[in-house]
């Protein structure tokens, strides 16, 4: 009975010094790189919009594996600032390497750039510069400095004079949080776990509004690396 298993250690010991991807499925399909041509073409005018004051150099394109609720493998990309891009990297290959389901991780440009059409089809997600309304403030996304997991089932949760915002509009079943759904974040969760302990802030343990998609650097980090950032 035990047999099986050292063959396969061993197999695996050969032939991953021959074919080094192999045995390392995760390993193929995680990268980082700069923004190249062939990469701005797709953001241009959608999350990179003209007026963006973040320079090309400050982001890069990362591309990730994931796994669906069914435990079947995807592709994902994602933008993101090149200060977090490896953390970011490391949180995503530890949710695939554990099952973590991850349902898709597509650019938002795909979606040009609007975030709603964006977090209704559950994309997960990082950078889009936008100015925050009626502000000059760049979001956290905008610096790439902010990152959207699961999109549909975490909305986004707000109460502004006894009236609820939730974005995504299509997310009510969602904001009760004491339910059981699939692709929840839960405070302790393995997705929690690794950004907090990468020093990001969750928005579910925010205060005033609850934003349990989101993972951000604090404000502390995001005004050392942008000065202009308040
Ligand atoms: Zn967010």
């Known amino acids: 009975m035990m047999k099986f298993p050292v063959i396969v250690i061993v197999a695996c010991l050969i032939l991953g010094t021959v074919i080094p991807s192999f045995c390392a499925e995760d390993e193929s399909g995680f990268w980082v790189s700069e923004i190249d041509e062939a990469t701005f073409a797709r953001i241009k005018g959608k999350s990179y919009k003209d ?32 200060y977090i891009a490896s953390d970011v990297l490391e949180i995503f290959r530890a949710l695939f390497l554990a099952g973590y389901p991850v349902e898709r ?27 925050i309304s009626h502000t000059t403030r760049i979001s956290k996304h905008g610096l790439g400095l902010a990152v959207d997991i699961n999109t549909l089932y975490n909305p986004y949760v ?19 949080r004491s339910k059981k759904f699939p692709y929840k974040i839960e405070k302790g ?24 998609q989101h993972f951000e650097v604090s404000d502390e980090v995001a005004r050392k690396l942008y000065p202009d950032y308040r």
């Open 51 to 82: 007026d963006c004051p973040i320079p090309l150099e400050d982001l890069r394109y990362l591309h990730v594996l994931h796994k669906d609720l069914q435990g079947i493998t995807h592709g994902g990309e994602l933008i993101c600032n090149v």
């Open 105 to 131: 991780v597509r650019l938002v440009d795909e979606y040009d750039a609007d975030d709603e059409t964006s977090m209704r089809d559950n994309n997960s997600s990082c950078f889009n510069f936008r100015f």
């Open 189 to 212: 969760d393995l997705c929690y776990k690794l950004f907090t302990e990468r020093g990001f802030e969750w928005g579910g343990e925010w205060k005033s509004v609850k934003d349990y």
């Open 158 to 176: 707000k109460t502004v004079k006894g009236k609820l915002t939730i974005e995504p509009d299509t997310a009510g079943e969602y904001t009760d």
